[in-house]
Structures are given as C-alpha cells and as structure tokens.
C-alpha cells in the first residue's frame, strides 16, 4: 500500500514535471524555488502543501505589494519582477465571487447538481495554477469546460468553454433562454462573433476591424474597467463586469458616458450620424422639440446573440409592446441599412415602420 502511494506519487511528480517544462508557471525564472515557491514543507499523501488556501494562496505572488516583498523577501520570488495587483480587482463592486464558497479543482464538473451549494468561482477553475499562459502564443485554458454542444471537456481550448462550465442552467444544461450556450448557439441569426467566427470582420461603425475568419472572447467585452489594468474577467467598477459603462434604460439621455462600453469598439460619431441605420440618432437622441426622448441600444439591440433577427435586433421587452393593428413585435431585414418593423414603443405604433 505505502509503496504504491510512493510510486504514485513518483509519477506525478514525472507527469507533472513533464508537464510543466514547456508551458507554466513552474519553468518561470522568477519563480526562484520552483515547486518550492509554491509548495512548502512535506504535508501527506492528496494533499497539495500550499501555505494559504484558495485566492490567498495566489494573492502572496499576485495581490499587493506588501504580499509580494514578503515573497521576495522569502526567496521564493525574484526581486527583479513586479506582479499585477489581481487582489483589488476582487474588490471592486462587480466581480467573481473568489471570497464565498470553498475551493475547485481544476477538473471539477459544473454547475453543482444541488442548488444547495454556494455559488462561486476560484482562481482556478479558470487558471490551471501548473501551466502559464505564454503570452506570445495561443492561450489555453488548461482547466475543464463545456464543448458548444454541451460535452464536458477535461482541458478546454477556448476561453468560452470555461465560462460555459458555470453560466449554464443549474439543472437542465442546456434548456433555458438565457444560460450562455443557447445565447452563442450557432443557430443564431446574428452574435458577436465569440463562438463562430466573423466572416466580415467589420461592421459599418467598427473603429478597429476584427478580420474576417476571427472570433471574440467573453473576456474582450467582460474585463476590467482601467485598460492599464490586469486583463481578464476578474473585476469592474461597471455593471455586468463590463470594461465600460452601458445603461439600458429605455428613457435615457445620450452621451459619449451612456454608452461608453459600445462606443469602445463602434465609433459614436458614425453611430450618430446614421451612417448604418439611418434612424440611429432619432431614437439615440430622441426629439428634443418633439419631446421624444432617447433609448438606449439595449432597447433593439441584444449584447450577446439575436436568436431570431440580424443585426443582434431583440425588442427589450418593458419598452417595446406588441403594434396594436397587427399584433405582432417584429424586426424585418430586408437587406443592409434596410428593413422595417411592427411595434408599438411608448405608444408610437409602427405598424410597420420602414427606413
Ligand atoms: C504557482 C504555484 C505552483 C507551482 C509553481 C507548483 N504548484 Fe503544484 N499546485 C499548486 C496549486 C494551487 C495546487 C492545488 C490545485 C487545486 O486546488 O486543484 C497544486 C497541486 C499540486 C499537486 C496535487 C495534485 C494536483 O495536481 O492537484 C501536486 C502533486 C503538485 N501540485 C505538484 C507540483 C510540482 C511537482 C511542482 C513543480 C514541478 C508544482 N506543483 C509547482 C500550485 C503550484
Ligand atoms: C510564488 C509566486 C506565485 C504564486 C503563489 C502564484 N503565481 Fe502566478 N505567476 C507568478 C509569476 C512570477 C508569473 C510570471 C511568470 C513569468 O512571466 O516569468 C505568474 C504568472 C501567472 C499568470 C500568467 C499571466 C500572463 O501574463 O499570462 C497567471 C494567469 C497566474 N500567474 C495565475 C496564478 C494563480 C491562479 C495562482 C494561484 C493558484 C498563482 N498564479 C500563484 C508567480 C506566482
Ligand atoms: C472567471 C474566470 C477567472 C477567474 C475566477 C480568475 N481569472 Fe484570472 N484571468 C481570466 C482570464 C480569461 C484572463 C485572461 C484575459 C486575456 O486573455 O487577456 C485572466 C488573466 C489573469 C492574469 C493575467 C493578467 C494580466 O493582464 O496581467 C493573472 C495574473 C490572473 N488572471 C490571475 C488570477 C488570480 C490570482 C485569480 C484569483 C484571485 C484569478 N485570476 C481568477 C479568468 C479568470
Ligand atoms: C466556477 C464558475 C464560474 C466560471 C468558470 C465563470 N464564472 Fe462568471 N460568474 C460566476 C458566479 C458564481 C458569478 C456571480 C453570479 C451571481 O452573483 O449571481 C459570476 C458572474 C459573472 C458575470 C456577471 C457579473 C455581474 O455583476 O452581473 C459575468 C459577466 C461573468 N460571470 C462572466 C464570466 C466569463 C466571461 C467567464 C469565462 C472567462 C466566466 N464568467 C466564468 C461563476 C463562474
Ligand atoms: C460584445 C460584448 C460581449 C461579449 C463578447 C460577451 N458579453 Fe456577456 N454581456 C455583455 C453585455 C453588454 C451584458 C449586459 C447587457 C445585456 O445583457 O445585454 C452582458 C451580460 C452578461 C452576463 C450577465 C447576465 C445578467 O443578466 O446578469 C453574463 C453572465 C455574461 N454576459 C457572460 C458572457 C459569456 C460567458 C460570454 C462569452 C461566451 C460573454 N458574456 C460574451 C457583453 C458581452
Ligand atoms: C470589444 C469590441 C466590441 C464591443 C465592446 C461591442 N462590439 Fe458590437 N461588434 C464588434 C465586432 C468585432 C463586430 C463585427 C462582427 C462580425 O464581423 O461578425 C460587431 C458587430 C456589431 C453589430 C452588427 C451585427 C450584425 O450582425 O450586423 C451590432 C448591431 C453591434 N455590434 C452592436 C453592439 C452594441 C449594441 C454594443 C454595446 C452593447 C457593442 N456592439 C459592443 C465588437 C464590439
Ligand atoms: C431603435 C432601435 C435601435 C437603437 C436604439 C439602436 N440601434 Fe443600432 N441598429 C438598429 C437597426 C435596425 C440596425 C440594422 C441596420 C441595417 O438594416 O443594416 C442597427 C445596426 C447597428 C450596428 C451595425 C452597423 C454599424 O453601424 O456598425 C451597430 C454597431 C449598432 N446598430 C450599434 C448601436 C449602438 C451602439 C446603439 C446605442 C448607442 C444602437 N445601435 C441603438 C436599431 C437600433
């Protein structure tokens, strides 16, 4: 028995060891201890010897200062590297929540079958603490997730398949309206390309085209809100842990402030001077001497996916009501910068209205 436990664990080490030579944290020339700057003394047998427990456990390297003089005081970190403080990102009000609940493996299959449990999310159940991300190369995400077509997968390759493994319904994976694998479905009408790559990769106000055949990632949207900033979905002063602020109220007033998130990527003087659809800044802005007021994107557009129309057109459904002669709420394209639409908002009928 204990010469099997030896021998187990002597082949981990060699897996581990094989492992991490070509792609981690371990081989990092900054890390001066290599598995000793992170594991300490000589523990039991399944346990990993870390000093600290979970986010803890990370912030000694990537929290503040304080934390990784301590660090580098100890000998574990080279003293010529300075680390991103990742330990305030978790502070600010919009955030994964790494503080509740208790720690993940990196091959722990969610969502919990049992709602009883406290949702939450750790370092790494989206970083693998034993491989690095090379900066230079492709990022794999070496932590487990689900395919688009719902299967578990051990190691995910895209970003998006981590994200998937927890923004899903709870209990039926892959049933409800608004869990992210029916959002990037590729039998959508229209996405931001994060799933199925943009075969354009532009769209008429785009500051900075993307390139036909490339996608996007969750996090190119959901990252922090100072772009000098740690990268990465960790936390925003911005709702919905955006990179920049979005309000989605149906009455609201234009500014570049308002729809900041948006204009990060579509330019807000095209935007507002109609140069796709034409009726952009009439309801952007609405009708100062008509006393119409202006409405948000979220109001037409959805940020993720338009199951049924192009152009990611989805009617917020407590501004935009049914048109009262045809009873219906519905978006036509008829081709670029054209179409029409049966609805009723603040009891103006289309019915249909056509640009
Ligand atoms: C950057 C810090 C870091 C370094 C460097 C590191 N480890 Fe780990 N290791 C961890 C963490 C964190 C865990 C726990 C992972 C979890 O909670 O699932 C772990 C877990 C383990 C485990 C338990 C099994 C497993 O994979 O969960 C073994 C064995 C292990 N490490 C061996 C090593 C060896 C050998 C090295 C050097 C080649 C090494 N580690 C380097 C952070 C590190
Ligand atoms: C002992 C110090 C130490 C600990 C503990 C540590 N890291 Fe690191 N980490 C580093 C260093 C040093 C680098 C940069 C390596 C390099 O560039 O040489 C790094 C790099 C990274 C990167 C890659 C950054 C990039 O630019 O791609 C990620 C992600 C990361 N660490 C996550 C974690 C997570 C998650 C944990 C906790 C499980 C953790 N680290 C624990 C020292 C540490
Ligand atoms: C919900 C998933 C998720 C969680 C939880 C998470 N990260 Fe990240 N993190 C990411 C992603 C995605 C990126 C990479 C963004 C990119 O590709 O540029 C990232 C980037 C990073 C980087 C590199 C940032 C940079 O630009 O310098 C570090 C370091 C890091 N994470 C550490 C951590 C630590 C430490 C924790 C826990 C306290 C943590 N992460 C929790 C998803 C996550
Ligand atoms: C381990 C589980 C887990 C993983 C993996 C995960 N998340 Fe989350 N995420 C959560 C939890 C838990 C919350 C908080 C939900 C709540 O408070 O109701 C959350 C919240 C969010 C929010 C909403 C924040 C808000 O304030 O409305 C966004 C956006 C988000 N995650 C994006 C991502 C992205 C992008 C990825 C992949 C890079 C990802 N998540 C991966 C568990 C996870
Ligand atoms: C083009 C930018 C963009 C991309 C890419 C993107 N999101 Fe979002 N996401 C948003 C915006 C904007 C909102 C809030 C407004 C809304 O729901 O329309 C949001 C909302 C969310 C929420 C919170 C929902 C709620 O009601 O609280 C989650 C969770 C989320 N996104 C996860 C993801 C995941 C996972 C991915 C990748 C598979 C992703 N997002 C890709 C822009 C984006
Ligand atoms: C990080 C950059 C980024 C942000 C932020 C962003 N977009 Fe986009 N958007 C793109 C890219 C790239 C495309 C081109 C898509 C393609 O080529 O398939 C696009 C395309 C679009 C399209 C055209 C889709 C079609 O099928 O015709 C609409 C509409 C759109 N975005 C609306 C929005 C709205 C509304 C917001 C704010 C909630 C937003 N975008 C935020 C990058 C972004
Ligand atoms: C009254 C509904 C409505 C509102 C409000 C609205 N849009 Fe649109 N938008 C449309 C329609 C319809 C199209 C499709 C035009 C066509 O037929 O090609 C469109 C197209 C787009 C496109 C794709 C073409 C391009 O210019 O790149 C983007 C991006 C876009 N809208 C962004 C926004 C942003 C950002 C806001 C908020 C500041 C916004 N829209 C507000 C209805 C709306």
Do not use: W
């Amino acid at each position: 028995m204990i010469m099997k436990k030896i021998f187990l664990s002597i082949a981990l080490l060699l897996v581990l060891l094989f492992q991490v030579e070509t792609n981690s944290h371990v081989n990092s020339p900054n890390l001066l201890e290599g598995c000793g700057s992170c594991h300490v003394g000589h523990g039991k047998t399944s346990e990993p010897m870390l000093a600290h427990s979970e986010e803890e456990f990370c912030y000694q390297c990537h929290g503040t200062e304080l934390k990784q003089n301590e660090m580098k005081a100890a000998g574990k970190l080279s003293t010529s590297i300075q680390l991103t403080n990742i330990e305030t990102e978790f502070q600010k009000t919009y955030r994964h929540p790494v503080v509740d609940g208790f720690g993940h493996s990196p091959k722990e299959q969610l969502p919990y079958a049992s709602s009883s449990e406290i949702n939450h999310a750790e370092c790494v159940d989206c970083h693998n603490p034993h491989q690095r991300a090379q900066s230079s190369s492709q990022k794999y995400f070496e932590v487990s997730g689900y395919s688009l077509s719902g299967q578990y997968l051990e190691s995910s390759v895209n970003e998006y398949e981590v994200c998937f493994k927890c923004h899903v319904d709870r209990n039926a994976v892959v049933t409800t309206s608004d869990n992210a694998f029916k959002q990037f479905s590729l039998i959508n009408m229209s996405q931001h390309p994060v799933t199925k790559a943009s075969t354009s990769g532009k769209s008429t106000s785009l500051t900075k085209s993307l390139g036909p055949g490339n996608i996007m990632k969750c996090s190119d949207c959901h990252t922090n809100d100072n772009p000098d900033g740690p990268k990465g979905p960790h936390g925003s002063k911005h709702r919905f842990l955006l990179s920049g602020n979005y309000d989605i109220e149906a009455v609201n007033d234009e500014s570049p402030y308002a729809y900041e998130f948006c204009y990060s990527c579509h330019d807000r003087r095209s935007i507002l001077s109609n140069e796709s659809f034409p009726l952009h800044k009439e309801h952007i802005i609405g009708d100062p001497l008509k006393g119409i007021p202006g409405t948000s994107c979220f109001t037409c557009h959805a940020s993720h996916s338009s199951q049924r129309n192009n152009h990611l057109i989805a009617f917020n459904k407590e501004a935009v009501k049914r048109d009262p002669v045809t009873n219906i709420t519905q978006y036509n394209s008829t081709g670029l910068n054209s179409g029409s639409c049966y609805l009723s908002c603040h009891n103006h009928a289309h019915s249909p209205a056509q640009y």
